[in-house]
């Protein structure tokens, strides 16, 4: 049985983690880039709209960031063959450069936060944190199928 102080605890250590690397991420102008151009790397040819919803941001910021990295020349923005009317983002051979780079820099930094640690205990902590983000999900799909739909109450009671 799981003890109340325990997930207390847990919690208290996940915010202070979450909240050290968010200030980290506002400390450097280009994080969320740099999230971009990660997203993009994984999903070469994806539209703005989708880049977006990967991302869980508005699309707007995606269409701006986009045009940024565009000048930049880390990205091409091109129609989208399926439909002209779109269009799709890919990466450069500038942009993967700087993909290499930064996360060469951040390999370098979080080897320094687990320097003095052993394999066994990076090793379970790695195993922790995916154990947790799998039942996390699995609770909030349940959640989620719990729910009762949404939709606007017609009279006499019902849903539309």
Same mark, same amino acid.
């Not at 999900?137 to 349940?142: F, I, L, S």
């Given at each position: 049985?799981?003890?109340?102080?325990?997930?207390?605890?847990?919690?208290?250590?996940?915010?202070?983690? !979450?909240?050290?690397?968010?200030?980290?991420?506002?400390?450097?102008?280009?994080?969320?880039?740099?999230?971009?151009?990660?997203?993009?790397?994984?999903?070469?040819?994806?539209?703005?709209?989708?880049?977006?919803?990967?991302?869980?941001?508005?699309?707007?910021?995606?269409?701006?960031?986009?045009?940024?990295?565009?000048?930049? $020349?880390?990205?091409?923005?091109?129609?989208?063959?399926?439909?002209?009317?779109?269009?799709?983002?890919?990466?450069?051979?500038?942009?993967?450069?700087?993909?290499?780079?930064?996360?060469?820099?951040?390999?370098?930094?979080?080897?320094?936060?687990?320097?003095?640690?052993?394999?066994?205990?990076?090793?379970?902590?790695?195993?922790?944190?995916?154990?947790?983000?799998?039942?996390? !999900?699995?609770?909030?799909?349940?959640?989620?199928?719990?729910?009762?739909?949404?939709?606007?109450?017609?009279? $006499? $009671?019902?849903?539309?």
């Amino acid at each position: 049985m799981t003890r109340r102080t325990d997930v207390e605890g847990l919690v208290a250590a996940l915010f202070t983690v !979450n909240a050290s690397m968010t200030r980290a991420a506002k400390q450097r102008p280009k994080a969320s880039e740099l999230r971009l151009l990660q997203v993009v790397a994984q999903h070469e040819g994806s539209r703005p709209s989708e880049l977006a919803e990967l991302l869980g941001v508005d699309r707007s910021l995606v269409t701006r960031q986009l045009r940024d990295l565009e000048d930049e $020349g880390k990205v091409t923005v091109s129609p989208d063959p399926r439909d002209g009317r779109a269009f799709v983002a890919e990466l450069t051979e500038q942009g993967r450069q700087q993909i290499a780079e930064l996360t060469e820099f951040g390999m370098r930094r979080f080897e320094s936060f687990v320097a003095d640690w052993d394999e066994a205990e990076i090793r379970e902590l790695t195993r922790l944190l995916w154990k947790f983000e799998t039942t996390k !999900n699995a609770v909030a799909r349940q959640q989620d199928q719990q729910r009762p739909e949404r939709g606007r109450r017609r009279r $006499g $009671g019902t849903t539309s």
